[in-house]
């Protein structure tokens, strides 16, 4: 229960952020900058956020500094992002998986990918910072 928990409040956190931040690229950031140069703005952010988020829950709940529980923790984040991410995409903008991966920008879309796969291993890298 205690990595379901923490996992969700670590998606929660990301992917609102995410959100908020997603809202103002795409609405004043890409019509100035094209979208592969907003996107790619936009990472550093999102990097620290999902430092800061990892972290907190981790601290949030308690998190043992097990390798297995701190990535099951990001696993389940994971798993959220995505359906979330596949969800929002497929009923917002009518795209099918496919579609929706065809679309990524190579250079931007390829950062994106690494992000999510920090995104997944970042409670465990905390472990790290807390044992410090």
Known sequence: M??????TLYFALVFAVGFVLGAIRT??????????????????????VTIIAARWAVLRFGVPPVPSIRLGMGCIALVLMLVAEFGLMLWVRGLSIRQYLATRDPVSGTVYYAMLVVFAIMPLLVVSINSR
């Not at 205690?2 to 996992?7: A, C, F």
């Not at 140069?37 to 990097?47: N, S, V």
């Open 27 to 48: 609405t004043w950031i890409v019509p100035r900058m094209g979208a592969r140069r907003a996107e790619l703005m936009e990472m550093p952010i999102m990097l620290v």
């Open 2 to 7: 205690l990595v379901l928990k923490s996992g």
